[in-house]
């Protein structure tokens, strides 16, 4: 068994590493962005791709607080140990902490009750939010409460004041307005430890999660709450304190069992330096943020930078014991693994730009996640689509999972099984269910027939178009031209007359009436989007969208006209995840994401940099709102981060970034095969357009760098100035 492969996420490994830390990256970090607006972000203690996000938890249960905290609202019912960040969706909220005196009542509460429930309001004004640490004051009890964590361990620090009946409280119940428990548990282990179990069911319709916690001094006596003294929702765990006195609680989860979670905390946390562990974590967190080193005079930038980058790296999380046993997508424990298992895979979003960065700064992680999508097909016969804690969702639209799998095949990983992944994208494709069977009998989704059946055959084209690229890639020419031909399924939607995507019924017409600005969420032929960007999502075939325009130069002009539309959405059920609009282009949404970059496929490469700068300028911050849409577990942060060092991945599972428009003087980039330095000479706001490119000091004349170039190492220098030049 490839322990060191499980382990390496552990804090124990990570604070043994001999490597320096130069610059403290982590001071940059404000996780607060994000926190506000519709960005959705969790807020709270974890390190790197860990399986603990430990954090509060807030009484609303709504859009706005899928992650479990919103900053205009300052109620905590608790302090739980996974959480979603910034996505559309609540779930998780699983072992929820809260340290009480006196009285209270076992649930939620209501502001409009101040006596019920355990709630709190807590201190925003003082709370301290860094990477790997948090610390609020809860008002109601006078309790400060300070959190931070190991890769599978939340470790609790709650200073009290003196009270005869003080305790802790571990609630099961709660799960947010999706997750409902269908099976929980909590025995006393010792006059210090407790451990238990929450089965719950929501967006992840089986989840199975085991805990042990342990206390850093007895207490008094333990109080099991809810209706089945069998399957308690509640422990109380009570205590006299004294003023000022400080109670510790460590607690460990595992996907497997009690005894994995104790295992866990036994590798990952023996000890009670809470101090230590808030070191180690910011440690593992500078050790990540260290990949990429800007240069600018910018701090509102770097700030954005690198809390963006932050962001990037809360999920996947690893989803195995410290010895490499995790529960499959079959329901079933899986050991003796040579991987590392991850889950939380928001994939239609993060196929897009965050697994293309992962590519480039943690390439070391690649291999492990393509085999654990690898085993999640052979689990559950297919690639993933939204997973989640072992549990396929099936949320959003398309075979993102493919994509991810054939991109990092196509980039040369080799630490996984080829044909296998291949078998798994070209079965994955080829599956009857989610309008794939009337894609197969009409060659595309008749939206008449299939709800938001064009916005599911685009995805699938993009998919197709993946498929193609990996069969090209080992030799399997057939399939390649088989797959590339079904990828140009979109066109089917594309009207001469419209000049835009449009739905397609089973008989060949129009769907009539049409309103291009038109989107009612979760009907008819769109997802999350109208006419004017769904006519865009061929980022796989600029050749074909070419040929539907006549010419680039037509391409370039109806380019133009998606900006300068009005902005405003119609519909009767708007989705709110519509946002960011310049025009009709909607960057708080994926879809819209690598549409700016057509311009410098197109030869034009000045609108491309005009149009990224004015995304930085109005679509980013470093306030709460900070973000114009959900941050999609890293997606919308992934876009920021590669765009700024100068280039994107538009073409799915296609090796190369197209240039845009640089945003730092000099940005250092680990990779594999040492630095990858990237320089902007001459850069303002003014001196915004690319003059001249040179590669490793020779003048290179492509509008893109291949992904084989970075990954080696070498500098890439953009010579800038203040008009439009064409140096390819």
């Known amino acids: 068994m490839k322990k060191i492969a499980a382990l390496s996420l552990t804090l124990g490994i990570i604070a043994a590493c001999s490597e320096s830390i130069p610059e403290d990256y982590a001071s940059f970090v404000d996780p607060l962005i994000g926190s506000g607006g519709h960005g959705h972000v969790f807020v709270g203690a974890s390190v790197p791709f860990g399986a603990v996000q430990l954090g509060p938890t807030s009484i609303p249960q709504e859009w706005d607080w899928c992650s479990g905290y919103h900053e205009s609202d300052s109620t905590v019912i608790g302090f739980s140990h996974t959480h979603l960040e910034g996505t559309g969706i609540g779930d998780l909220f699983d072992i929820t902490v809260m340290p009480v005196t006196g009285e209270v009542t076992y649930a939620r509460g209501s502001e409009d009750d101040p006596d019920s429930g355990l709630w709190s309001y807590a201190a925003h004004s003082r709370q301290i939010v860094e990477p790997g640490y948090y610390k609020v004051d809860l008002l109601r009890y006078g309790i400060t409460a300070e959190l931070t964590a190991t890769a599978r361990t939340g470790l609790h620090r709650y200073t009290f004041p003196e009270n005869a009946g003080s305790a802790i409280v571990f609630d099961l119940e709660n799960g947010g307005c999706w997750d409902k428990a269908t099976m929980t548990e909590i025995r006393q282990e010792s006059a210090t430890g407790i451990s238990g179990l929450r089965f719950s069911k929501g967006w992840a319709d089986d989840q199975r999660l085991f805990f042990h916690a342990e206390f850093s001094r007895p207490f008094d006596s333990v109080e ?166 072992g549990c396929e969702t099936n949320c959003m639209i398309g075979n993102p999972g493919v994509i991810t799998v054939a991109d990092a095949l196509v980039k040369g990983f080799k630490g996984f099984d080829a044909e296998l992944a291949y078998a798994a994208m070209k079965n994955t494709v080829m599956l009857d269910e989610r309008g794939q069977d009337l894609r197969k009998q009409y060659g595309f989704i008749p939206c008449d027939l299939y709800n938001e059946g064009l916005a599911n055959d685009m995805e699938y084209a993009i998919a197709d178009a993946a498929v193609a690229n990996a069969a090209e890639f080992l030799g399997k020419k057939e399939d390649g031209e088989f797959f590339r031909k079904r990828s140009r399924s979109y066109l089917n939607y594309m009207d001469k007359e419209t000049l835009l995507a449009r739905g397609r019924l089973s008989d060949g017409s129009w769907r009539t009436p049409f309103n291009p600005f038109a989107s009612n969420h979760r009907e008819q032929d769109y997802c999350e989007g109208n006419a004017w960007q769904y006519t865009w999502l061929a980022p796989h075939d600029f050749e074909g969208l070419t040929e539907f325009y006549g010419s680039t130069e037509n391409l370039t002009a109806r380019l133009d006209t998606l900006f300068a539309q009005k902005t405003e959405i119609e519909g009767s059920n708007v989705s709110p995840d519509i946002s960011g609009m310049i025009g009709q282009y909607a960057h708080g949404n994926e879809p819209s994401h690598h549409i700016l970059y057509f311009y410098t496929m197109a030869g034009e490469p000045a609108k491309t940099a005009d149009k990224v700068r004015e995304v930085y300028a109005t679509q980013y911050s470093d306030r709460p709102d900070g973000l114009s849409g959900n941050e999609d577990e890293g997606q919308m942060s992934a876009w920021y981060v590669l765009s700024s060092l100068g280039f994107y991945q538009v073409e799915p599972a296609v090796p190369r970034y197209w240039f845009g428009a640089p945003l730092f003087d000099r940005a250092v980039v680990k990779v594999s095969g040492g630095e990858f330095v990237i320089r902007a000479e001459n850069l303002s706001d003014t001196d915004r357009y690319i003059q001249k490119v040179t590669l490793d000091g020779r003048e290179y004349k492509l509008p893109y760098i291949s992904y084989k170039d970075i990954y080696k190492g070498g500098e890439l220098v953009f010579t800038m100035g203040d008009s439009p030049a064409k140096w390819y």
Do not use: C
């Open 224 to 389: 099991l709450i809810g209706p089945d003294k069998e399957h308690p929702l509640y422990a109380r765990m009570n205590f006299s304190t004294s003023e000022g006195e400080r109670i510790l609680v460590k607690v460990s989860i595992s996907p497997v069992s009690i005894e994995g979670a104790k295992a866990n905390m036994a590798a990952e946390m023996p000890g009670w330096d809470f101090d230590a562990v808030k070191a180690e974590a910011r440690t593992a967190w500078n050790r990540e943020l260290s990949k990429i080193k800007i240069d600018t005079a910018d701090s509102t930038a770097m700030r954005i930078f690198y809390t963006g980058l932050y962001h990037t790296m809360i999920h996947p999380a690893v989803f195995n014991d410290t010895d490499g046993n995790y529960r499959g997508a079959d329901g079933e424990i899986h050991g003796n693994a040579d991987f590392v298992n991850y889950t939380v895979f928001s994939l239609w979003d993060t196929y897009r730009a965050a697994h293309p960065l992962m590519t480039i700064i943690h390439p070391e992680k690649v291999n492990d996640i393509v085999n654990t999508m690898l085993h999640i097909y052979e689990q559950q016969g297919k690639l993933p689509v939204w997973h989640l804690m």
